[in-house]
């Protein structure tokens, strides 16, 4: 079983920046992969940007160039640096993590983001 706990969401204006981080209940070095997806209730769940065990990075069109990706194995934390924010942003933002290819993987609860424009 891997836990993850999402922190770093809020409120912010059009133009602005936030981080928001996950940790794992588990060792990420053994994770296959973990990422970032986010959701509306218009929406349905879209990946924004996963990062592999080779350090392999995928975003998705729309957050190329001001969204990244990172992770920190010594703190079990991987983080989602989000610049340039834009309002269509909003959304809530949740992690997940897999241990093997093909597996639906482990949640985090979310995290709101809104960006005002």
């Known amino acids: 079983q891997v836990q993850l706990v999402e922190s770093g969401g809020g409120l912010v204006q059009a133009g602005g920046s936030l981080r928001l981080s996950c940790v794992a209940s588990?060792?990420?070095?053994?994770?296959?992969?973990m990422g970032w997806y986010r959701e509306t209730r218009f929406r349905p769940r879209e990946m924004v940007a996963t990062?592999?065990?080779?350090?392999?990075?995928l975003y998705a069109n729309s957050v190329k160039g001001r969204f990244t990706i990172s992770r920190d194995n010594a703190k079990n934390t991987w983080y989602l640096q989000m610049v340039n924010l834009k309002p269509e942003d909003t959304a809530v933002y949740s992690c997940?993590?897999?241990?093997?290819?093909?597996?639906?993987?482990?949640w985090g609860q979310g995290t709101q983001v809104t960006v005002s424009s």
């Open positions: 990062l592999t065990a080779s350090g392999a990075t």
């Open positions: 997940r993590a897999r241990r093997v290819p093909g597996e639906g993987g482990y």
């Open positions: 588990v060792d990420i070095a053994g994770l296959e992969d």
